[in-house]
């Protein structure tokens, strides 16, 4: 039985994400680790990890965003879906995330900290449902939203694609 978007988000009670899609956090450690024990871009104490379940539909993106954590992405099921990211460098790519190896596409793929980094369906009318974990554990406080001129001032030559995966803030 195929699933739609609109009953994964019931069946898991996934809220809206900032950054877009939908989300709800399925793993937080117990266990933390101190903040003098982590590197320097961390002000606090941190969970040792932390996962989420994100589904994107196909007619949203997730806009640019950066993390203080490294991030590995999982595919569950539906459609592929294209992550892009900027690297600090100035760099872009794509991984494509998804289950036809033969394609290119991979099964899970890791965003490294302060890459900026946004995805979208390669489906207009379909969506993707992935996981997300980070270690150490994800904490809003760690999330910083890309807004549009600041992105655009620093990458240039990657205008279209900012200008798809950002709003003005």
Not at 5 to 30: D, Q
Not at 137 to 149: I, K, L, S
């Amino acid at each position: 039985m195929t699933m739609t978007a609109e009953a994964i988000i019931e069946a898991l009670e996934m809220k809206p994400h900032p950054e877009g899609g939908y989300y709800c956090e399925t793993y937080r450690a117990a266990d933390t680790i101190t903040a003098d024990a982590l590197p320097k871009r961390f002000p606090d104490d941190r969970a040792l990890g932390t996962a989420i379940y994100f589904l994107l539909p196909g007619g949203d993106v997730s806009c640019f965003h950066r993390l203080r954590c490294d991030e590995l992405w999982h595919f569950y099921c539906g459609n592929p879906l294209v992550i892009h990211l900027l690297d600090p460098a100035g760099a872009y790519r794509e991984i494509h995330l998804g289950p036809d190896i033969a394609a290119g596409e991979r099964p899970q793929a890791v965003v490294p900290h302060a890459h900026w980094v946004g995805a979208t369906v390669t489906e207009p009318e379909g969506f993707a449902l992935v996981g997300c974990t980070t270690t150490p554990g994800f904490e809003f406080a760690d999330f910083e939203m890309g807004g549009r001129n600041a992105l655009l001032a620093a990458y240039p030559r990657h205008a279209q694609v900012i200008t798809r995966l950002s709003y003005e803030l």
